[in-house]
Every structure is written in structure tokens, then in C-alpha cells.
């Protein structure tokens, strides 16, 4: 996910994934921010829910958080359209451990054995003191988590997010993946996603940062 106005971005990411030709990857123009007005809004029927308050800024959803949201939508519309059931969702400032592709192959061998429908492969978790069960050799069951700066989902959970009421309900997407994964402690927004439910999983250290 790239905005058009930031190439250097662009080209940094496209010069990092050449040494990784075993992903097919390509570039998604994002949805600047900057760019988003009322009419926009309404021409797309696009709306914000009226009573999210951010919990760390204690504010609404900003343009810049709209588009960001807006832009992983986007994705997951494509990768529901498209015929592999993996696709590996990255923003355009990742980087990657030594071991990023040793891990993912064996993340997805693993996942292969469990239902899962999202896997953070870079995450900020919020609560430090919460403790995650272990359920492979990699995988942990994720809680309360932000970042979707690199993570991998499933054409199941395209379908339910898309699904979901999302677009007439637009939080920032951090904290509507952590609802829709029942992990988030603000669960008396979750109404608002036609109960929605995904699992979620994360690896037990970041090969994404």
C-alpha cells in the first residue's frame, strides 16, 4: 500500500521485495487523506461511526486514518476478487528480520493446520501484560494488538469484512480488526459490524517492523 505522492516510499519497497522473488506482489495506490472531503464521502456512501472515540487520542477519526482504513479495504476487495486464498498485505515502510521468509513459509504451513482468517506478522501489542496461549511452534492466539504494517489473511476474511458494514461504520482500521477479532477491550462498538467475528493469530516475535 503506497500513496502516489510519497514515490521514494514506493521505490525503497519495490528495491526491498526484489530480494524476495518468491511473492508476486503489487503496488496499491492508497487513498490520500489528504483528498478526502464530504462529497467524497457521500458521492461513495462512506460514512464514519458518529460515536468511535479514539481511546488513546480521545478524539474522532481523522482523513489521514480514513484513508489509511479505506486503503486496506481496498485491499481486501482485491484480494477476495483475486484466486489465491493468502495474500500478504504490507505498507509501504516495512522492513524485514534476516529470517522474514523462513518464518512466513513456515507461518503458513502452520496456519494450514488451525481455522485462522488474519495473522499478524508485525504488531504493536497494547496490553504488555497480557498473557497469549501458544498454539505452534510460531503462532500465539493474538490479543489486543495495533500496526497493519505486514500481516496475512485469507479469502474468509475478506468476505466477512466486506460483509461487515464496515463502510457506513469507518474507525480506524487498527482497532476495527481488534474488534471484529473479539480482542479489543472497547467491545460496545462491535454492534456496529453485524457480528462480525474473525480469528486472529500472531507470530511470537515480529518479522515485520
Known sequence: ???????????????KMEKYPEIKYEIFNAIDGQNITEEYMNK??????????????????????IGCS????GVYEKAFSMDN?????????AEFSDDFLEILQNTINEL?????????????????NEEEEKITNNLLYSSYSYWTIGYLINQSFCEKIINSNYLQNIIIIDEYLSLVGNISPHEKYSDNYKNTSIDIFSLNKNIIY
Open 112 to 128: 494450514s493446520t488451525i481455522e485462522w482468517n488474519m495473522c499478524y506478522l508485525g504488531r504493536n501489542k497494547m496490553d504488555t
Open 1 to 15: 500500500i503506497n500513496l502516489t505522492r510519497c514515490p521514494e516510499k514506493r521505490t525503497r519497497m519495490i528495491q
Open 44 to 65: 461513495n456512501n462512506y460514512k464514519l461511526l458518529d460515536s468511535w472515540i479514539d481511546p488513546f487520542q480521545n478524539r474522532k477519526t481523522t482523513k489521514g486514518e
Open 85 to 93: 486464498d493468502i495474500t500478504l498485505v504490507l505498507e509501504d515502510d
Open 70 to 73: 479505506l486503503s486496506h479495504y
